[in-house]
Nanobody
Framework: QVHLVESGGGLVQAGGSLILSCAAT????????MAWYRQTPGNERELVAS??????YYAQSVEGRFTIFRDYAKKMLYLQMNSLLPEDSAVYYC??????WGQGTQVTVSL
């Protein structure tokens, strides 16, 4: 059984940076996709970035500012977030293989 725990969220000023981490336990297959989603109150969870063996995907709203990377040996997933905007404020969730979710970590970007 896979279990995901996110960390690294917090309060940051606009233009600042944060790095989110997701620690996975259980059987993690490297060919399966891991991803970051985010959700704001009243809205659906949206895909921010995903990491597969072949390539990474980024939502248009974060392309060029966020970088997703994965440490397969340590079963870790990261999201480097630069040039943060207030509209990046959300709860960020780690996802494995489209099925397993972490508990989320809050990111708040102030003006």
């Amino acid at each position: 059984q896979v279990h995901l725990v996110e960390s690294g969220g917090g309060l940051v000023q606009a233009g600042g940076s944060l790095i989110l981490s997701c620690a996975a336990t259980g059987t993690i297959l490297s060919q399966n996709v891991m991803a970051w989603y985010r959700q704001t109150p009243g809205n659906e969870r949206e895909l921010v970035a995903s990491s597969g063996r072949a390539r990474s995907y980024y939502a248009q709203s974060v392309e060029g500012r966020f970088t997703i990377f994965r440490d397969y040996a340590k079963k870790m997933l990261y999201l480097q977030m630069n040039s943060l905007l207030p509209e990046d404020s959300a709860v960020y969730y780690c996802n494995y293989n489209g099925l397993t979710w972490g508990q989320g970590t809050q990111v708040t970007v102030s003006l």
